[in-house]
């Protein structure tokens, strides 16, 4: 495919710079040049390449000003938003990779039992995979392209980047960053496209392909890598639910909802898209959250809460689930108010499951709310939907919050908080149901960029072992006693135990000829066994 990108300003709408597509040709030849980083790259000590990543960070602070600018200008964010959505979560996952990743990915000694596998030494290593695709979305271009990038290469991978078509500003960004650290030619490649390049990119067969996005884009992206085959992650979408019971601080849970249902617009795979509130304080709460919509401020003055919608093309659907909504008996806060690329939010009550706003993703700044009588029903609720990405429970309860949170069928939930646990570095990402599988973050997001190798090594300076040919029937009866010394009930092996001279002798078994003395115990058994 050829052709150019013109990349739009998300505030004015105004071309900013144009981009080549790239062609099938430059995306195998960036896929050899990854491959001769990959082989360099793997071999620097995992310590020494968090080192030289480690660079990025002062890289980034002495740019900050300018790196947010180019995020709000691709994306329509407010300032505060990109510093506290796109630019901290990369930072503090740096700091915890550069704190920790020699010791999760270092090598693992596992026990060997004696008696099956004598004077040998196993374990398993984390090894990179090579070449990691990494297909980003537009929501957080610059946080979900940087964070798995920077997992790869920590890992010992080298990775290719593909931006979606509205972030390509951001993706020139990360190129003029990372140029700035000392790294083998070729371990960054940024391939530039549409829907079609992404298939070309996985065609040209990287050896895991990491995808953020909508399920539909998910499912395609995972039938593509399926031809090759190439192992994939998926992080898609959501529905999260926000869980509220009568007994929870109803003030933070307003304030908490304005956030988790409308930061960025309500553009977030993690963002509250259901409510569900205790009968008790329904009403109060529905009062509390029309409140505190109105006064969200909107737009890009000295006070702005929310920008605008990165894309127009998402409106259709926040329209439709509106009116639909509406026209099953919804209420709202007011009508939906589109001006410009702005777009204010809206409280929806008494909504159904058989609206769409509460089965499909929306995407935008609308927060349906629904009431829920018991603890059992609230858990049923959440539960039924396709999604299982994130969600919340507030109660001043903890034992009943997390024992609700642990009924949920999501990949992560927070108590009393709402979005922050997913910063949290530490801690692994991913979904379940539609939602995705894999994780990133923490140390079992490192360890999925790696593959495990096992291995063991014996020591024994025997020509022989008793488990290799010849087999006979002696040799059956010889094994089937021993099975039964370490597997069975215990009787065998209490009889024998009860006899000192006779355990010396299994406990030295091991020693100096190990043939003859396995030979002996499993005579010893048998002789037991059958008498």
Not at 125 to 138: D, F, I
């Amino acid at each position: 495919m050829s052709g150019e990108i013109t990349a739009i300003s998300a505030l004015n709408d105004q071309a900013l710079k144009t981009y080549p597509v790239s062609s099938s040709v430059e995306i195998g030849e960036a896929m050899a040049a990854a491959r001769r980083a990959a082989a360099v790259w793997a071999k620097i000590d995992v310590k020494q390449r968090v080192k030289q990543l480690a660079q990025l960070e002062s890289v980034i602070l002495a740019e900050l000003d300018a790196v947010t600018e180019v995020i709000i200008v691709a994306t329509g964010k407010v300032k505060t938003e990109v510093i506290l959505g796109e630019i901290y979560p990369v930072l503090s996952l740096l700091r915890y990779y550069k704190n920790n990743a020699a010791k999760i990915l270092a090598p693992c000694p596992v026990f060997t039992a004696p008696l099956a596998f004598p004077q040998a030494e196993a374990g398993y290593e984390r090894r990179p995979y090579g070449v990691v695709a990494v297909v980003s979305p537009w929501n957080f271009p610059f946080q979900l392209t940087l964070s798995p990038l920077l997992t790869a290469l920590i890992s010992g991978n080298a990775c290719i980047f593909k931006m979606s078509e509205l972030s390509l500003p951001v993706g020139e960004l990360l190129m003029q960053l990372l140029s700035k650290l000392d790294l083998p030619q070729g371990l960054v490649q940024q391939v530039t496209g549409f829907a079609e390049t992404g298939e070309q990119l996985i065609d040209a067969r990287p050896d895991l392909v990491f995808f953020t996005g909508g399920v539909t884009a998910g499912r395609a992206v995972m039938a593509r890598a399926a031809q090759h085959p190439v192992p994939v992650i998926l992080e898609l979408g959501g529905k999260d639910a926000m869980i509220v019971f009568a007994d929870a601080n109803l003030e933070r849970a307003a304030k908490a909802a304005m956030y988790g249902a409308f930061s960025n617009s309500g553009q977030v795979c993690v963002a509250i898209e259901r409510c569900y509130v205790e009968a008790g304080c329904y009403a109060e709460f529905v009062d509390m959250l029309k409140d505190a919509a109105a006064n969200v401020a909107v737009g890009h003055g000295a006070v702005g809460d929310l920008g605008g919608l990165t894309t127009l093309k998402q409106f259709a659907v926040i329209e439709a689930h509106y009116n639909d909504a509406l026209a099953k008996g919804a209420k709202a806060s007011s009508p939906l108010r589109l001006e410009g690329r702005y777009l204010h939010p809206v409280v929806l009550w008494d909504v159904t499951h058989d609206m769409r706003i509460m089965r499909e993703e929306t995407f935008g700044p609308l927060l349906p709310v629904m009431a829920f009588g018991s603890e059992q029903q609230a858990v049923d609720l959440a539960n039924d939907s396709d999604y299982g990405l994130n969600a919340s429970v507030w109660s001043k309860d903890i034992s009943k919050a997390e024992r609700v949170a642990g009924q949920l069928q999501v990949g992560n939930w927070a108590a009393n908080d709402v979005i922050k646990n997913i910063g949290h570095p530490g801690l692994p990402f991913g979904g379940v149901k539609n939602s995705g599988f894999g994780r990133y973050h923490g140390a079992e997001g490192l360890r999925h960029f790696t593959y495990t190798v096992a291995g063991l090594t014996s020591r024994s300076p025997l020509n022989d072992e008793p488990n290799w040919f010849p087999y006979s029937d002696i040799r059956y009866l010889q094994m089937r006693g021993f099975i039964d010394f370490v597997f069975g009930s215990g009787g065998l092996y209490q009889r024998i135990a009860g006899n000192w001279r006779q355990l010396q002798a299994f406990r030295g078994y091991a020693s100096l000829n190990l043939r003859q003395h396995w030979h002996n115990l499993s005579i010893l058994i048998f002789k037991r066994s059958i008498g």
